[in-house]
């Protein structure tokens, strides 16, 4: 057995054992699965908050038009003074529509207020301004002599359909989901990167602290228990994600089938024909939708490009534990490291959604640091093969000059001590 691959089994059964690791490997599941279900039903148990809004209406205009809904309930004051009115909504409700007496019943449109110590969501006052509009639109149209009835009926809704140019019916908001599954792989890469690249770069650092590396250095090269840090800690972790898929998934369907098996039971006696054609086509569209996604190639992409990131980052994440004695003066060389992922992930969402093929799509697309993010966002929407090529080419590249570049501060650094190293102490390793 080779030197490396002895050192790739040290690392990966040291984090395997690791008591830690193998409580988080178990717990993080539990926690996903149990905050997702949470949030659930904190979010059901929100829906049921009623607010109360009172209205007083001097001019007797929009009164009748406020309609309750699930979480807004109104209450007419118009019959109070103004004075009473907000000193009943100020103790009892959650704010007051107030409605003064004009002259001209469009000034209404300005001079309508509502009043609140909270300022209002956006959904409430966009709703508010909506009924108002509609109210003074049907008014202005009946002193102009227009039937305001006759014409919100002559309305007519439209509702695009999408073709392709052979013919075929086309899928609409089909870019949307691609964006959608382009940003989790994106952003599952960078999370791995970054926890698992930290790893690294702390498992440098503890047998760095407690001289264990002066041992271990007189029997390896630097480079091989460089490499043999990143594959054995990168194998643990894709381990770790492998177990958490499992059991999330075996945690979810359980989880489904305990809370909906009563409700389940209750609404399939219910199911009309009706309802059930409609589940039908639902189906049929959604496996339209994963046909026009290119599952494959996001997936192939997603090995390569986790592979090449993963490795070009993790070498800095070495030569970073390698040149510092303790976590705390990492810092100021992890900024230069997670500006690009940050970068990745907010510029390939940002451009990829507008325009996949555009230049600045492209470009981020091909710069190594940037390219395992943003490329796996473009992959849903069709990538050249020229490009894809390039930008693994590009990124195997340089994370050959990377890990050339991180051994030789490394094969430095693993033996300095007591000294907080900079950028330009930095230098002068790779110079010796």
Known sequence: MSVLSLIIKREFIAKVR???????????????????????????????????????????????????????????????????????????FEGLIYVPEVQNISELATKTTYISDDSPKMDFLMNLQKVIDTKLNKENLKKLGFDADTIEKAKIKSEVQFAKFSGEDGLKFLNEIKIGIGFAFGYLIMMFIIIYGNMVMRSVIEEKTNRIIEIIISSVKPFQLMMGKIIGTSLAGILQFLIWIVLGVILM??????????????????????????????????????????????????????????FLYSSFYAAIGAAVDSETDSQQFLMPIIMPLMLAVYVGFLTVMNDPHGTVAVVFSLIPLTSPIVMLM?????????????????????????????AKIYRVGILMYGKKPSWKELYKWLKY
């Open 253 to 310: 369907f359980s989880l489904s089938a305990v809370l909906g098996g009563q409700q389940e039971a209750v609404a399939t006696a219910q199911v009309s024909a009706e309802q059930a054609e409609v589940a039908m086509s639902f189906v049929d569209k959604l496996q339209l939708y994963i046909a026009e996604i290119p599952v494959a190639s996001i997936l192939i992409g997603f090995v390569i490009f986790f592979i090449g990131g993963y």
């Open 18 to 92: 690791n008591k830690s690791f193998i409580v988080m490997t178990f717990l993080g599941p539990l926690l996903i699965v149990g905050m997702t279900f949470l949030i659930a039903y904190l979010s059901s148990v929100n829906k049921g908050d009623i607010k109360t809004i009172g209205v007083h209406d001097s001019a007797n205009v929009f009164v009748n038009d406020f309609k309750n809904s699930e979480d807004i309930k109104y209450v007419n004051l118009s019959n109070l003074s103004f004075d009473k009115a907000k000193d009943s909504s100020n103790n009892a």
């Open 378 to 406: 473009r992959i849903p929407f069709g990538v050249p093969l020229w490009q894809l090529t390039l930008s693994v080419v590009l990124l195997y590249g340089t994370f050959i000059f990377v890990v050339w570049f991180a």
